[in-house]
């Protein structure tokens, strides 16, 4: 079956009904999990130990469509089982040809889709994103900033196209905006500059953020979701160690409260259960021979 190319081919299909309009990142991700519940499909294939811990409390978050953080030490398989999120999504899923944000072609939320559709009509051209595509991930350091992760003012963009800094069109949008209807994921979340962290919150609750100073009202659909080790604080360095290492250790934050309280289920990974399951899970994360 040929593809849909056009706004007007699209809306002759079943992504244009109003289920599928409305449709949240979030419902999509509980009602592809309810189908491999219902007919008994594995879930998260590879990660052993876990069965009747940590994927009991995934699949309690996802069904209720919750952002979360994954609490555990190094090599517990947190970001393992983030980027397996993805098979949890569509196939694929139309989006505006050339948006930088995967704009939804029913419903337009950067000023560039707004302005396409209108001039354009149902001629506007579609293309399709694979949902591997839909998966933004970063490693949180403390050199990462708001213009990484949320955008900045492009005074190239602005000089080019006449636009004057405050217009929207002149955004170089970030890591998050450019995971629109898709998982962004953050790795070790306290490393996170604590402004960031308000940033992160305010998108969270309220959907806008402001760059420069200037407003910018972005109604992302994204699920987010975090690893983090449980606490940083509490493994204190060696007598011996240098001061180097000392001063990177109390560089390191730890979540801000209003962003802490955000997340409702806060899954904290752990050992296997069983020598068996802890052999398994050896042998799947140890060098070939």
Not at 137 to 154: F, H, N, Q, R
Not at 214 to 228: I, M
Request: proline letters at 8%.
């Amino acid at each position: 079956m040929t593809k849909p190319t056009t706004l007007g081919e699209l809306k002759q299909t079943e992504w244009a009904s109003p289920a599928r309009i409305h449709r949240t990142v979030k419902d999509e991700l509980r009602e592809n999990l309810i189908c491999l519940l219902e007919n008994g499909s594995p879930l998260f294939p590879g990660i052993v130990g876990y069965e009747d811990s940590v994927i009991p409390q995934l699949v309690n978050a996802v069904l209720s469509r919750h952002n979360f953080i994954l609490l555990g030490l190094r090599g517990q398989a947190k970001s393992r089982i983030l980027r397996q999120l993805v098979t949890l999504l569509d196939e694929e899923i139309p989006i505006l040809a050339g948006s930088e944000v995967n704009d939804n072609p029913f419903a337009p939320i950067s000023k560039y889709g707004r302005e396409r559709v209108t001039e354009q009509g149902a001629d506007t051209p579609i293309a399709w994103l694979p949902r591997e595509s839909r998966f933004v991930e970063k490693l949180a350091t403390p050199d990462v900033t708001i213009a990484d992760i949320i955008g900045d003012v492009d005074p190239i963009k602005a000089a080019r196209g006449g636009h004057l800094l405050s217009d929207e069109l002149t955004m170089h949008f970030g890591l998050l905006p450019r995971a629109n209807r898709g998982i962004f994921a953050i790795n070790e979340l306290p490393d996170l500059a604590g402004k960031i962290q308000v940033g992160l919150f305010n998108i969270m609750q309220e959907g806008d953020v402001q760059v420069k100073g200037y407003p910018v009202r972005l109604n992302l659909d994204v699920a987010l979701v975090f690893t983090a080790r449980p606490t940083p604080r509490t493994i204190q360095p060696a007598a011996r160690s240098s001061r180097r290492s000392r001063t990177a250790s109390a560089r390191r934050s730890s979540p801000i409260t209003p962003t802490r309280s955000s997340w409702a289920p806060r899954s904290r990974a752990r050992k296997p259960g069983s020598s068996a399951a802890g052999d398994r899970s050896s042998c799947r994360t140890s060098w070939p021979s």
